[in-house]
């Protein structure tokens, strides 16, 4: 196996290539503003207090103890799903 090491100037065209390539995945693979903070849509009732402002009038509302234990199992059931569905990233590339 002959391996020979040779510098390489950034005008070549190899070297183009290869930099254009590697710029063309990377555009590919950046996520836009609007896609990044998308995911914390869901939180925007944390920050208004609206979900502080419902939960205050949920919990002044008389309920049986049959409506409470549905409600519960309800919350644990959408915590249980909250905690175990995770975004699937896939970065693309260039072929």
Same mark, same amino acid.
């Given at each position: 196996m002959n391996l020979r090491l040779a510098s390489l100037q950034l005008e070549e065209e190899q070297a183009q290539y290869y930099v254009e390539r590697a710029m063309a995945v990377y555009d590919l693979n950046v996520v836009g503003p609007q896609e990044y903070t998308g995911q914390y849509a869901r939180?925007?009732?944390l920050l208004t207090d609206k979900a502080e402002r419902e939960a205050d009038?949920?919990?002044l509302e008389?309920? @049986? =103890?049959?409506?409470?234990? *549905?409600?519960? /199992?309800? *919350?644990?059931?959408?915590?249980?799903? @909250?905690?175990?569905?995770?975004? =699937?990233? /896939?970065?693309?590339?260039f072929s």
């Open positions: 939180y925007d009732e009038s949920f919990l008389k309920r @049986t =103890i049959d409506e409470m234990k *549905a409600v519960r /199992q309800n *919350a644990l059931m959408l915590r249980s799903y @909250t905690y175990t569905v995770w975004p =699937i990233v /896939q970065f693309k590339t």
